[in-house]
């Protein structure tokens, strides 16, 4: 989350006309699919917005668990845990550009006495 995606309790405002209700399906083993159906403001479901499914897993690496959340671009429930593994894999997928994007990053920012800043010395 990024500092200006941070916000304090009295500027937490709800927006009543993009409620969804969460409900959670599982394997009990593999993952979960969150769908989430538009809701009115009276909790009422609003066929006006489409329902939404996002997948969850956790990521077993030497590192330990990894949570990963990714969209399902399904319109049943059946059609989302169908697509699940092709949601696993593009989320790795994403993970691991993150990851190759961080480093570079980090050796940018490497000072090597004698060069200027943000290069690196010659191997």
Do not use: C, H, W
């Amino acid at each position: 989350m990024t500092t200006s995606a941070l916000q304090t309790p009295d500027s937490m405002d709800i927006d009543i006309e993009n409620l969804y209700r969460e409900e959670s399906f599982t394997d009990l083993r593999a993952g979960n699919v969150k769908r989430l159906t538009a809701v009115d403001g009276n909790g009422d479901v609003d066929p006006s917005r489409p329902t939404q499914f996002i997948g969850d897993t956790t990521l077993m690496t030497q590192m330990g668990p990894i949570p990963v959340q990714f969209p399902l671009e399904a319109s049943t429930l059946r059609e989302a845990f169908e697509k699940f593994p092709q949601g696993v894999e593009e989320a790795i997928v994403r993970l691991q550009e993150r990851a190759q994007e961080m480093a570079r990053e980090e050796a940018s920012r490497i000072v090597v006495p004698g060069a200027a800043p943000g290069l690196r010395s010659g191997r």
